[in-house]
């Protein structure tokens, strides 16, 4: 599976934007980038995912670098209920039947009032 | 509305001992997948499902099974339960296609 790589840890502010990179520099041309995020005694819950365009949802952004070697998870104002960990996924649409989710480390956001 | 269970949500049991641990869902989803979870680490795969009948193993699976005799259900079995075992729990489901995954809450397993 094609590596990612994340910060540990990173802080922000209170309903300020908050821009969460992730490395991927051995992306292939099928794999997918998915975001998940797990928020404290919870079980993963999905964000957002793309290929190659810039994504929105309800939730966040998802920025795409054009070489596609790295993207942005973009949280447009941060709350409190934000903290947590985030996760970027690599899925390789391309292979057959891979339906599984490999999780790295991830980035532990902390959100300061 | 659609959901995935898991049972119990808190276990303890004893060394040596066969527990089972439930993940139940109602989407109709082709895929379960069961992960562990422990400080430092991450979520881990320990196995996997495509369908009914159809198991993997994943990443961590040694000590560790599983079933699938209908679509909505997919038990994990700790055949002999050690030490080494405690940890959360995350059973998860999908639709074919790279969907998004549905997570359950978890069950956290103490073995003493």
């Known amino acids: 599976d094609a590596k990612t790589t994340q910060p540990n840890s990173m802080e922000s502010n209170e309903e300020e934007p908050v821009h969460l990179p992730c490395n991927h520099s051995?992306?292939?041309?099928?794999?997918?980038i998915h975001w998940y995020r797990q928020l404290p005694s919870q079980g993963p819950e999905y964000v957002i995912h793309?290929?190659?365009s810039n994504v929105n949802n309800r939730m966040a952004s998802l920025a795409i670098a054009e070489d596609r070697k790295s993207s942005t998870l973009i949280l447009h104002r941060a709350t409190l209920r934000d903290a947590a960990v985030y996760y970027c996924?690599?899925?390789?649409?391309?292979?057959?039947?891979?339906?599984?989710?490999?999780f790295g480390t991830g980035t532990r956001l902390t959100i300061i009032p | 509305d659609a959901e995935i269970t898991q049972s119990p949500r808190h276990k303890i049991t004893e060394t040596g001992r066969q527990v089972t641990l439930a993940c139940h869902q109602t989407?109709?989803?082709?895929?379960m997948f069961w992960y562990r979870q422990d400080l430092g680490h991450g979520l881990r795969l320990i196995h996997y499902?495509?369908?009914?009948?159809?198991?993997n193993k994943g990443e961590v699976s040694d000590g560790y099974s599983v079933s699938r005799s209908n679509t909505e259900d997919l038990p994990l079995t700790l055949e002999s339960a050690a030490s080494s075992q405690t940890s959360v729990y995350f059973c998860?489901?999908?639709?074919?296609?790279?969907?998004?995954?549905?997570f359950g809450q978890g069950t956290r397993l103490t073995v003493v």
């Open positions: 499902s495509y369908g009914v009948h159809d198991t």
């Open positions: 051995t992306i292939s041309g099928t794999d997918y």
């Open positions: 998860a489901s999908s639709r074919t296609g790279l969907a998004e995954a549905f």
């Open positions: 996924i690599l899925r390789d649409r391309g292979e057959f039947g891979n339906e599984k989710l490999t």
């Open positions: 989407w109709n989803h082709n895929n």
């Open positions: 793309g290929l190659t």
